[in-house]
T-cell receptor, first 113, second 112 residues
Framework: RKEVEQDPGPFNVPEGATVAFNCTYSNSASQSFFWYRQDCRKEPKLLMSVYSSGNEDGRFTAQLNRASQYISLLIRDSKLSDSATYLCVVNMFFGTGGFKTIFGAGTRLFVKA | DVKVTQSSRYLVKRTGEKVFLECVQDMDHENMFWYRQDPGLGLRLIYFSYDVKMKEKGDIPEGYSVSREKKERFSLILESASTNQTSMYLC???????????FGSGTQLSVL
């Protein structure tokens, strides 16, 4: 089983739509959680951190459920510029006191005019 | 802002060659990572380091080794390059456990 799993998509949505991405992680000792965005042929860039209390940044809302080991990202009022791959990222405890950073395989989003 | 620099953007090597990929960061980060990215597979962790001379295997360490002699530099070594190691290699660094990753621009390695 992969340590971080995401629906690979692709998701094809019209402009203005609301779209939700889900992610699960296997290590209950995971410490911190993020969503990254990656454009074609570019390195990943942080979109937002994810907290148990939920957090919002404009049209983007992220949520963490530690009991279910589940992370979500909601994008409202989709724009053409939101087309990208969205990566679920987890910092996991690895046993000698450190934390490794593990990526899901990513969910591809296409927003159409 | 943090800068992570990878020595080459594109690299072409022959099967069996020893390949060095260099990565340098300028923010005194303790943690450094090497990933490879292939279509449909996302970023997979090869090795990481949480301190000078300390290293841990990631999910796909076979065929690779690493070196971290100085805090700012983390090198990935392909002992004998093979065609299945053709990939995009991404280096990243991170400060504390709750902090984000900073990435280099990546090295597209082709092994012929």
């Amino acid at each position: 089983r992969k340590e971080v799993e995401q629906d690979p998509g692709p998701f094809n949505v019209p402009e203005g739509a609301t779209v939700a991405f889900n992610c699960t992680y296997s290590n209950s000792a995971s410490q911190s959680f993020f969503w990254y965005r990656q454009d074609c042929r570019k390195e990943p860039k942080l979109l937002m951190s994810v907290y148990s209390s939920g957090n919002e940044d404009g049209r983007f809302t992220a949520q963490l459920n530690r009991a279910s080991q589940y992370i979500s990202l909601l994008i409202r009022d989709s724009k053409l510029s939101d087309s990208a791959t969205y990566l679920c990222v987890v910092n996991m405890f690895f046993g000698t006191g450190g934390f490794k950073t593990i990526f899901g395989a990513g969910t591809r989003l296409f927003v159409k005019a | 802002d943090v800068k992570v620099t990878q020595s080459s953007r594109y690299l072409v090597k022959r099967t069996g060659e020893k390949v060095f990929l260099e990565c340098v960061q300028d923010m005194d980060h303790e943690n450094m990572f090497w990933y490879r990215q292939d279509p449909g597979l996302g970023l997979r962790l090869i090795y990481f380091s949480y301190d000078v001379k300390m290293k841990e295997k990631g999910d796909i360490p076979e065929g690779y080794s690493v070196s971290r002699e100085k805090k700012e530099r983390f090198s990935l070594i392909l002992e004998s390059a093979s065609t299945n190691q053709t990939s995009m290699y991404l280096c990243a660094s991170r400060g504390g456990r709750n902090e984000k990753l900073f990435f280099g621009s990546g090295t597209q390695l082709s092994v012929l």
